[in-house]
């Protein structure tokens, strides 16, 4: 669920989500990681390591957040790939860069 709250000009996003979702652990494994690392050799340093970094928490949820252009949606395909492999479902969703300024 996502209560959406103004707070004078800005718009701020809450995520609810079960408790016990959160807290298990979502890692996909290093094999799965490196492969999907592998399968991709034109990500760049900082974008393995956001992909090691989001794949390697284990929290229940995860976010990126950078300017346009900066490879979000390769790292997170990335992510979303290891992840898959490792057994887990993935959900993905984004803001409109109206609502959250950087």
Known sequence: MV?????????????FGSRSALRRPRR???ANVA???????GLADEQI?????????????AVLVGP???GKTFVL???RAAWEAGGH??????????????
């Open 49 to 61: 390591a956001a992909v090691q970094r989001l794949t390697g928490g284990g929290e229940g949820l």
């Open 77 to 79: 395909d990335a992510a």
């Open 28 to 30: 996909p494994g290093k």
């Open 35 to 41: 492969l999907a690392l592998a399968q991709r050799p």
């Open 68 to 70: 346009a252009g900066t």
């Open 89 to 102: 479902k993935v959900v993905g969703t984004a803001s409109p860069g109206a609502l959250l300024p950087l």
């Open 3 to 15: 209560d959406r709250r103004a707070h004078g000009n800005r718009a701020s996003a809450y995520l």
